[in-house]
């Protein structure tokens, strides 16, 4: 299964719903162009909603860092949401987990995003 | 056997099986994105037909997937006229793992510690730490014909697991 993403507007703040596997090849490059092109646009404030991500491998765990760099660098937020499992595991095995802000529910996810 | 079978019938399209003995299969795969997705793919068939439940059969195909990235991209630069070499054993206490390219050779001692605070942020360089992470014995064997990672896990109930993990 091929990652797919859309992207949502709750209170000024991008929600990205991502879906598949995030892996080298297809899968991160789908989530750092979405990245890229909602903070060149201006969307500074972007909220990754893993919910739907069945998967993700060293390559996907890198993008996931470029992606919260890059928005920090550029004046903005990146913060997660809905980790599943794995993806849970992954990061804390990879001391990650304390790195990313994470949530587990949108709508304090969103309210959580400076004014 | 029954593994084997549906193991190397899947793999066969992408790549050559030299090898497919009672206990121990082998392929010889091309340089390519398609080789990981498959090697990965394959690990997953290989670990579920061997017995390990859903968590352990995660991490042997994703021990397997980075493996196959290192090999690809590091190890053979996605040179067509490289190829992965990819096997799988199983004895009576463990499956056992070889993924081999046909690089420059890999110097397991230069590649930094993911985990370290200053690489933490990094965005490369956690594969073989994953790999570690997954497999209960990892060897790195580098040389100037290419690298190979020999990956074992011990089957759960085995006398020699329950040894080890005493």
């Known amino acids: ?115 | 056997m029954r593994f084997q079978g549906l193991a190397a019938r899947r793999l066969s399209t992408q790549g050559t099986v030299h090898l497919m003995l009672r206990n121990r299969v082998s392929y010889t795969l091309d340089s390519t994105l398609e080789t990981v997705n498959n090697a990965e793919e394959t690990a997953g068939r290989v670990a579920t037909e061997a017995g390990f439940d859903d968590e352990e059969v995660m991490k042997i195909s994703m021990a397997v997937r980075e493996a196959a990235v290192n090999a690809v991209l590091h190890g053979n630069a996605y040179d067509p006229n490289k190829k992965v070499i990819l096997a799988f054993e199983r004895t009576q206490n463990d499956l056992v793992i070889t993924v081999r390219d046909q690089g420059k050779g890999l110097d397991a001692s230069k590649i930094p510690d993911p985990l370290a605070p200053e690489n933490l942020m990094k965005t490369s360089g956690r594969g073989i730490f994953l790999i570690r992470s997954f497999m209960d014995v990892v060897e790195i064997h580098p040389s100037h014909s290419g690298t190979e990672f020999k990956m074992i896990k011990h089957v759960r109930g085995s006398a020699d697991s329950k040894e080890a993990s005493q």
């Open chain 1, 1 to 115: 299964m091929t990652m797919k993403s859309s992207t949502r507007q709750v209170d000024g703040v991008t929600i990205v719903d991502l879906s598949g596997r995030i892996t080298l090849g297809e899968g991160s490059v789908i989530l750092r162009d979405t990245v890229r092109d909602l903070l060149s646009k201006g969307h500074k404030k972007i909220l990754l909603n893993l919910g739907d991500v069945t998967y993700i491998d060293s390559s996907g765990i890198g993008e996931l860092v470029s992606a919260y760099t890059t928005s920090k660098n550029q004046g903005g937020e990146l913060k997660l949401l809905n980790l599943t499992k794995k993806v849970h595991d992954l990061l804390q095995i990879t001391k990650l987990y304390t790195v990313f802000d994470v949530k587990d529910d949108e709508a304090n996810a969103v309210k959580a995003f400076n004014k």
